[in-house]
């Protein structure tokens, strides 16, 4: 069974003070690792998609990274409009399973001035 | 485009009641994903459809699940009987492709079952 652990759970920064996120996985076969990130009341938004240990993505203040067993989300300089749920997920190789995205529970991010 | 559109937004209803979710995916998207999100185990799947189809409904938690797409633009998730356990934010989300799992989300139904 795929599964998908994020830490930690919640994670509270001063404005301009960089982290990362982790997000470690076990799945059989990896297609895809994909992050998301949540605002209160609304649905997930789509940041990015790592496909092969190496890879790297940027958005903004955001880097992904994917390595054999985990990713991590690195924030830089973070603002208080990165507040948000971060989400990570991943999918597998499979006929009926590679459309689904396994989820993990998120890490809580908030950004104080 | 709109994007992916849910109602209701607030759904509160009583034990044993039935609740009928509704959802509008993106135009064109060929994939319908149920989503349940929980404190305790975050995003589930609960079904996903391609081309109108149910492919895979292994998450539905019991019978008392169901749901349909009749058409490319428009499914229902209902509960019948609901219970307090089925207390939860609800998603649909809609892809274009298998390849791309870029998933497009709605804002969710508020489901609270007293």
């Known amino acids: 069974e795929d599964q998908v652990t994020q830490s930690p759970e919640a994670l509270r920064l001063q404005e301009g003070e960089s982290s990362s996120l982790n997000c470690s996985y076990t799945v059989s076969g990896l297609r895809g690792l994909f992050w998301y990130r949540q605002d209160p009341g609304k649905g997930p938004e789509f940041l990015f998609t790592?496909?092969?240990a190496g890879e790297e993505k940027e958005k903004e203040r955001l880097k992904a990274t994917l390595t054999k067993k985990e990713s991590f989300l690195h924030i830089t300089a973070p603002k208080p409009e990165d507040s948000a749920t971060y989400l990570c997920?991943?999918?597998?190789?499979?006929?009926?399973?590679?459309?689904?995205?396994?989820f993990g529970t998120g890490t809580r991010l908030q950004v104080t001035l | 485009d709109a994007g992916v559109i849910q109602s209701p937004r607030h759904e509160v209803t009583e034990m044993g009641q039935e609740v009928t979710l509704r959802c509008k995916p993106i135009?064109?998207?060929?994939?319908l994903f149920w989503y349940r999100q929980t404190m305790m185990r975050g995003l589930e799947l609960l079904i996903y459809?391609?081309?109108?189809?149910?492919?895979?409904d292994s998450g539905m938690p019991e019978d008392r699940f169901s749901a349909k797409m009749p058409n490319a633009s428009f499914s229902t998730l209902k509960i019948q009987p609901s219970e307090p356990r089925d207390s939860a934010v609800y998603f649909c989300?809609?892809?274009?492709?298998?390849?791309?799992?870029?998933?497009?989300f709605g804002s969710g139904t508020q489901l609270s079952v007293l």
């Open positions: 135009s064109g998207h060929d994939y």
């Open positions: 997920a991943v999918q597998a190789y499979g006929k009926t399973t590679a459309s689904k995205l396994t």
């Open positions: 790592l496909y092969s």
């Open positions: 989300a809609s892809s274009l492709g298998q390849e791309n799992q870029k998933l497009f």
């Open positions: 459809f391609n081309n109108n189809v149910p492919i895979d």
